[in-house]
């Protein structure tokens, strides 16, 4: 069976599956990650029946592009708090060579320092190496689904999370560390994009969640936008953000000297200059 009805909040609409069709510099080491996820603790302790977003990425840079995303989902889904987390190693990014954490962070410090919901997260900061300044060869890849494990740990049963991503790295999920799971564990918000189709959003999900074709048949057809109800998945589709901004894009610009302002926030522009950063 499949079900429309009006979509929650702003959402356009919403598209409901059942059952039988599915076929954190030299002090940054373990203490300060753990401080910090104990700050994040008590924090979430303090309030209840809050909507939380949790926002995971290389940021390196964190660009307009991160910051368009997570405004929306802010507005759209009336989201208490964000916690921006990067990934001190991404488990798909592993043979590009990444900034080190200390400064990813510190450019997420500065971009978010005027929204009190946007929180630059220690989740996944490095454990033994000072700052993540060098590659520690025993550190294990950030694998998602631990990090939303931890913070759901500091949060009330009545709470409710949502992993914030980007529809590229969607298109992806099914081949992340258990990524069955990871839609067991929270909700996802999903930034759409042109040409994307509801789809293309179906079928990137993990072999167990994904519609039978026959299901998703007429869901070409339809553009990626409004809620995804299925069994074992939630998706909520926002539309396009028209941020084209790419970290590669400005890593690329800051090689050939062009300037920033576009693609950044002033702060952050003026830090990569300050720390020589992509030349
Ligand atoms: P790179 O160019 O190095 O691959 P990136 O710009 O995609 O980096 P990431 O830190 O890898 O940035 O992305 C973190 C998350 O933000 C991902 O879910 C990605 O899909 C999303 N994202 C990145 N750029 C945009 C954008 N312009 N609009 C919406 N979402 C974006």
């Known amino acids: 069976m499949t079900e429309w009805a009006p979509g929650d909040g702003n959402s ?16 940054l080491r373990y203490g300060l990650a753990s401080w910090a996820a104990n700050l994040e603790t008590s924090r979430d302790l303090q309030s209840h029946l809050m909507n939380i977003g949790l926002f995971g990425g290389t940021f390196d840079p964190v660009h307009r592009g991160h910051m368009a995303l997570a405004q929306a989902a802010r507005e759209q ?10 990934a001190n190693l991404p488990p798909h990014k ?32 490095p454990k033994e190496s000072g700052a993540g300044t060098r ?18 740990q500091s949060l009330k049963g009545s709470d409710k999370l949502f992993l914030l991503i ?6 992806d999920i099914a081949k992340w560390h258990q990524s069955e799971a990871l839609f067991g564990e ?36 339809q ?3 409004g809620d995804l109800v299925l069994p074992g998945a939630t998706i909520h589709l926002m539309g396009d953000l028209r ?26 522009a003026e830090y990569i200059g300050k720390m020589e950063l992509y030349k």
Request: proline fraction near 10%; hydrophobic fraction near 45%.
């Open 12 to 27: 356009a609409r919403r598209i409901t599956a059942s059952r039988t069709m599915r076929g954190e510099s030299a002090g």
């Open 223 to 225: 553009p990626a936008a």
């Open 166 to 171: 980007g529809m590229d790295a969607f298109a």
């Open 94 to 125: 592993q043979r590009q060579p990444l900034s080190p954490f200390v400064h990813r962070f510190a450019m997420l410090a500065l971009a978010t320092a005027q929204e009190k919901a946007f929180i630059p997260s220690l989740l996944e900061a």
């Open 243 to 268: 941020q084209p901004a790419s970290a590669t894009a400005i890593r690329q610009a800051v090689a050939a000297g062009k300037p920033l302002g576009r693609f950044v926030d002033a702060a952050v």
């Open 77 to 86: 889904y009336k989201l208490h708090r964000i916690h921006f987390v990067p």
């Open 135 to 152: 590659k520690d060869p025993a550190e294990k890849p950030n694998y998602t689904i631990d990090t939303v494990r931890r913070l759901k």
């Open 186 to 221: 929270c909700e996802f918000i999903v930034a759409s994009r042109p040409g994307y189709s509801l789809a293309d959003v179906a079928n990137a999900l993990p072999e167990k969640l994904r519609p039978r074709p026959e299901v998703t048949r007429p869901f070409h057809k």
